[in-house]
């Protein structure tokens, strides 16, 4: 027969249990105050944060934010696949970047512009950052995710690339006349850049944006007309 343990070592015994229970108890404490403020955030973010099975392409966690951004419940929403929230290029462009990601870099998170579906019908742009959940056997089981809304931004950026644009528009038919003018000293013709003459005039409409009109200036009138008097008209 096996000795019983003695007083000491029951009572070391005891003192064990005791210990490993108070561990248990704070373990567990530390993990409802982590639970609750990981809540509290996913609650109170102006994104959404979700999870999606990989098996069944359906959402298994949203964040109520979902309510304000694209229309759904929180019910509804676990009852949608990702090609019912996205249009069908964006859900092509997810899951092609995804599955590229899990062939070279699948602990890496991936952040691309997709294209959500509202619940009335009308899309709205959002940048998606996400990236794939292992089980202990190191198989991906789920995609945890990020959602952003950036319509003002891509409002914004579409402004600024039209303003850009209607710039290099602007400064494309902006004709200027730059650097040293060869003038021929008797007759005045300018030659362009191909060696020909041409008449003032129309070297410079074909140069810039003004136009020519003709007068005589009061040097030429006295020579060419010295008996015209430019007062009395």
Partial sequence: MADKPSREEMEQKIKDLEQAQFECKQAEAALRESEEKYKLLAENSADIIYKISVETE??????????????YTVEEVLTLESQDILTPESYTKQKERLIKSLENNPHESEMLEL???????????????????????????????????????????????????NLQDALKEIKTLRGILPICSICSKVRDDKGYWEQVDVYIQKHSQADISHSICPECTKELYPNFDRDET
């Fill in 115 to 165: 294209e959500a579906i509202h619940k009335a019908g009308h899309s709205l742009p959002v940048q998606i950052n996400a990236n794939f959940l292992f089980d202990e056997t190191g198989n991906p089981v789920e995609i945890l995710g990020v959602a952003r809304d950036i319509s003002k931004q891509k409002k914004l950026r579409e402004e600024r690339e039209a303003l850009i644009q």
């Fill in 58 to 71: 359906k959402c298994t966690y949203a964040s109520p934010t979902v309510k304000r951004m694209l229309g």
